[in-house]
């Protein structure tokens, strides 16, 4: 079975710090996604990686950035965590390439609260 | 640009009433379509997908038909249960944009009384 694991179940964190998110799956997937999940909004991609060191913008990138000096690692960073940020972080993972059936399998999330 | 429109919920139902939620998409290509489920303090796990017009994606008792000509794809179950109380996206992905991304609807959460 295809696992995406996440580093945290529950982060609380003040305004200002930097706070890194770690996601890792064990497929050898190519593909990897941050996304987060708000009520009333669903999910929306934050970036995606299709290859080690390689990185796309998705929907709301402002305020984040992304590391992949690995295959299996995927990191979030918040440089200055800002209340706005507040909210549930899912991971996914699935192989690459751009058949549109290709499945993302997903992590349990990260709730991360910015007070 | 591609769009998911689902029903909005909450849904609460009786325990084996029949489940029906909406979606309707718009895509610029080809989309695959999918419904994932996210149980309580849970990630997200595909239920079913279809990947071309007429397509019926089945699982756990849930069906969903692809259909091209009112552009939907509506997840049924006949008779759920208590253990069906969930959040439910549909989502696509679509070749005509170049990428391999989800876009989801925004959720209908289903819970299911005894």
């Known amino acids: 079975d295809v696992k995406v694991t996440q580093s945290s179940r529950y982060l609380v964190k003040r305004t200002g710090e930097k706070v890194f998110l770690e996601c890792v799956q064990d497929m050898d997937h190519e593909n990897m996604f941050w996304y987060r999940q708000d009520p009333g909004l669903g999910l929306r991609l934050i970036y995606f990686?299709?290859?080690?060191?390689?990185?796309e913008k998705g929907d709301i990138p402002e305020g984040y950035s992304v590391s992949r000096e690995k295959k299996e690692r995927f990191s979030l960073i918040l440089e200055s965590a800002s209340t706005n940020q507040t909210s549930m972080y899912l991971c996914a993972s699935s192989l690459f390439g751009t058949s549109p059936s290709n499945e993302q399998f997903f992590g349990p999330g990260t709730r991360l609260t910015v007070l | 640009g591609n769009s998911v429109t689902q029903m909005e919920g909450p849904v609460t139902l009786s325990e084996e009433a029949f489940l029906t939620i909406n979606c309707t998409y718009t895509?610029?290509?080809?989309?695959?379509l999918f419904w994932y489920v996210q149980y309580p303090g849970e990630g997200l796990q595909l239920l079913l997908k279809?990947?071309?017009?007429?397509d019926k994606g089945s699982n756990k008792g849930f069906e969903a038909t692809y259909r091209k000509e009112t552009t939907s794809f509506h997840l049924e179950k006949g008779s759920v249960q208590v253990s069906d109380s969930a959040v439910y996206f549909c989502a696509l992905s679509d070749s005509g944009a170049g990428s391999y991304q989800l876009t989801f609807g925004k959720g209908t959460k289903l819970s299911v009384i005894p």
């Open positions: 895509a610029t290509g080809y989309p695959s």
């Open positions: 279809a990947t071309k017009a007429d």
């Open positions: 990686s299709y290859d080690v060191k390689m990185k």
